[in-house]
């Protein structure tokens, strides 16, 4: 399958500074990226979808003045965690997808803890 | 609303089958994909379903059917690395997938 990276895979950050993370499609054209936010033991929760050239679309109660999404080309997704909170810790989780049918690849994952 | 419906825990024994059902409801349809996770570690893909039937793949089938709205994941000849969760992940008519808690399945010797 297709391959897509992410990193860090773990950001120990002090509390009110940033976090960037980036998300990368190796070996193919991701039009569009997904990131998620995952708690222990719950599901995957949908943050916002952006497609290349485009802002980022959030899902509500998602502030996009706290998670700066960035998705400049068809290989490069980057999600920005300003001013970093404690409840901010969590795993969060790219994906990438070619077209809009078409499975969608994840990147490894970053563990957050903000101290 | 949109809604996905998979059993919290399953418990199974080496060597034997396990079938993890799903029912869901979304806003139109646009297939429906399982996906294995080990904890602390990000989804991995297993099978994608958009027409009714069985799909097999060698250890692992995952069945469709549209009108009722259901899914399963069959698991064959399982193994001790098979424990992990298995999400049910519809696609609806904005081609996002649409995430339920999933299925934690706990294989023992």
């Known amino acids: 399958g297709a391959v897509v990276s992410q990193h860090p895979s773990r950001v120990i950050c002090k509390s009110g500074t940033s976090v960037k993370i980036e998300c990368r499609s190796l070996?193919?054209?991701?039009?569009?990226m997904f990131w998620y936010r995952q708690f222990p033991k719950q599901s995957l929760m949908l943050m916002a979808t952006?497609?290349?050239?485009?802002?980022?679309?959030?899902e509500q109660g998602v502030e996009k003045d706290k998670f700066l999404i960035n998705h400049a080309s068809l290989t490069l997704s980057t999600l920005t965690v300003t001013s970093a909170h404690p409840e901010d810790s969590s795993f969060y989780i790219c994906?990438?997808?070619?077209?809009?049918?078409?499975?969608?690849?994840f990147g490894q994952g970053t563990r957050l803890t903000v101290v | 609303g949109q809604n996905i419906d998979q059993p919290t825990e399953m418990t199974a024994t080496e060597g034997a089958i396990v079938q993890i059902n799903c029912t869901y409801q979304?806003?139109?349809?646009?297939?429906l994909f399982w996906y294995q996770q080990h904890a602390g570690e990000a989804p991995t893909f297993l099978s994608y379903?958009?027409l009714d039937g069985l799909e097999e793949k060698g250890r692992f089938s995952s069945f469709l059917s549209r009108s009722k709205g259901y899914s399963y994941l069959l698991l064959k000849e399982l193994q001790m690395k098979d424990s992990a969760s298995y999400l049910c992940?519809?696609?609806?008519?904005?081609?996002?997938?649409?995430w339920g808690a999933g299925t934690k399945l706990i294989i023992k010797p």
């Open positions: 952006s497609n290349e050239g485009s802002k980022a679309t959030y």
């Open positions: 070996d193919f054209q991701a039009t569009t």
């Open positions: 992940a519809p696609m609806d008519s904005n081609y996002q997938l649409i």
């Open positions: 994906s990438a997808r070619g077209t809009a049918d078409t499975e969608a690849f």
């Open positions: 979304t806003s139109g349809f646009n297939g």
């Open positions: 379903n958009v």
